[in-house]
């Protein structure tokens, strides 16, 4: 697969290293715009405290001390962990904020190879996930209250895209900030033709309007709490009544008091996993929650709004394309267990800047993998059905320095093969090849 250079040429090398990919010209640039570089003859540079930290991490290590000599390594030159420990502040976080953002990504990104013919220009997936963070740190990153304690966390906002796995951004955010506040961001990403999965935290009526008016598509569960009425009659509409006739709903029908027309999609669910979320329901803490019986009634239907016409996808369809964001639940874990992103916290930090950094710089680290790893081993990924995402997260990390340095990716890949196999299963399929059974 061909791949561009930060400076705009296509490579020949199809094993071009990881480190090729950080253009000093724009880290440099990035390095003075923040703030992080004042001088040329500055001792830690951009690139090697991003490198350094990726080889520490992968070592399953995260102290200053740690990451000084991996720099030292890189540099050629002693760089104390005091020289690290200074470097904690703002203008390093803003630095790495630029490097994960825009500019950055487009010299990292390598579109997809894959030509099928989509009915969706592009597949996204919008989701958060939470950090929890040393309690050091609570009064800067606020969590909830545990057990009369208050709690210090963080939240990552994604927005994934499927169709070419990569990454529109990954925004860091307080955890006080919740999914519906949060449900513009994603907006200015969509163009026509394009496929927005979400999450139940994230629906508003009005973005759902704006994703519309842009010619994109949506495909969201309905909140209990949200009714839906029939376009004619403006009645509201018995779902428990109509179902139990019908076993299943699929129409156009006005959302909530605004009257918002959109398609609804209710399909029954298996026996298991009604079971499953029916003990979830009843374990619930939070006695604001309505769980009447007609609640517990709807929890064995997936009950899901959309935008895309009946002409377009069958009820069937919906279904299967909705439950492709399970898969960025899995990105998700993948980085806490694949990446250590939760077991290499620094506990009893008081530095909230150093929280700042660590997170950008594993953003950064996960974006490697999930943009330029991964496509870089597509076609070879997609032969490999039996191959697992999680499994192949903890690879990257864990032969990180290898993979920084290899010029034949063929030990690799061997390696690979016997490290991120599923254990014992053949039956499974990866997710370039289930994009390819849903997609088309």
Not at 36 to 61: D, E, P, T, Y
Not at 77 to 103: D, F, H, N
Not at 216 to 240: G, M, R
Not at 358 to 373: A, P
Request: hydrophobic residues 35%; positive net charge.
């Amino acid at each position: 697969m061909k791949t561009k250079s930060p400076t705009g040429n296509k490579s020949r090398n199809k094993d071009r290293k990881i480190s090729d990919f950080f253009s000093t010209k724009i880290l440099n640039r990035l390095a003075i715009k923040s703030g992080f570089k004042k001088r040329s003859n500055s001792k830690i540079s951009a690139k090697n405290l991003i490198l350094g930290f990726m080889m520490m991490v992968s070592k399953k290590k995260n102290t200053y001390e740690c990451w000084s000599q991996e720099i030292s390594l890189l540099s050629g030159s002693v760089i104390s962990r005091q020289a690290v420990e200074e470097r904690m502040r703002p203008e390093t976080t803003a630095m790495l904020k630029l490097t994960l953002g825009e500019e950055f990504k487009k010299s990292l990104h390598t579109r997809a190879t894959q030509q099928v013919q989509r009915k969706f220009k592009h597949i996204k997936l919008e989701d958060s996930t939470v950090l929890n963070l040393p309690e050091e740190l609570s009064s800067v990153f606020s969590g909830n209250v545990s057990g009369g304690k208050k709690k210090s966390q963080a939240k990552i906002h994604a927005l994934y895209d499927f169709t070419e796995n990569a990454f529109d951004f990954m925004n860091l955010h307080s955890f006080t900030r919740n999914d519906q506040s949060l449900s513009m961001d994603s907006i200015r990403y969509l163009s026509q033709g394009d496929l927005l999965l979400r999450d139940m935290g994230f629906p508003v009526l009005d973005v759902l309007d704006e994703i519309e008016t842009r010619g994109a598509y949506f495909i969201s569960p309905k909140s209990f709490q949200t009714n839906v009425y029939d376009p004619e009659t403006k009645e509201k509409i018995d779902l428990i009544k109509v179902l139990s006739k019908r076993g299943f709903f699929d129409d156009e029908v006005l959302v909530s008091k605004k009257h918002k027309k959109m398609r609804l999609v209710i399909l029954p669910l298996p026996s298991e996993l009604v079971a499953q979320r029916k003990r979830k329901a009843s374990c619930d803490r939070d006695k604001r929650l309505n769980h009447s019986s007609e609640y517990y009634n709807l929890l064995g239907y997936s009950i899901l709004i959309t935008n895309v016409p009946q002409t377009m996808c069958s009820a069937e369809e919906i279904s299967k394309l909705y439950g492709l964001r399970w898969q960025i639940e899995i990105i998700f874990k993948s980085w806490k267990s694949g990446f250590y992103l939760v077991k290499l916290a620094p506990s009893k930090c008081d530095n909230p800047e150093r929280i700042y950094c660590m997170i950008y710089l594993w953003l950064i680290f996960i974006m490697l993998f999930h943009t330029l790893w991964i496509n870089h081993n597509q076609a070879y990924l997609r032969k490999k059905a039996n191959l697992s995402i999680l499994k192949l997260a903890s690879f990257f990390s864990d032969y990180f320095p290898l993979i920084l340095i290899e010029k034949n990716a063929t030990k690799i890949r061997k390696l690979m093969l016997l490290k991120c196999r599923y254990d014992k299963r053949n039956d499974r399929i990866n997710l370039m090849q289930k994009y390819e059974k849903i997609a088309v």
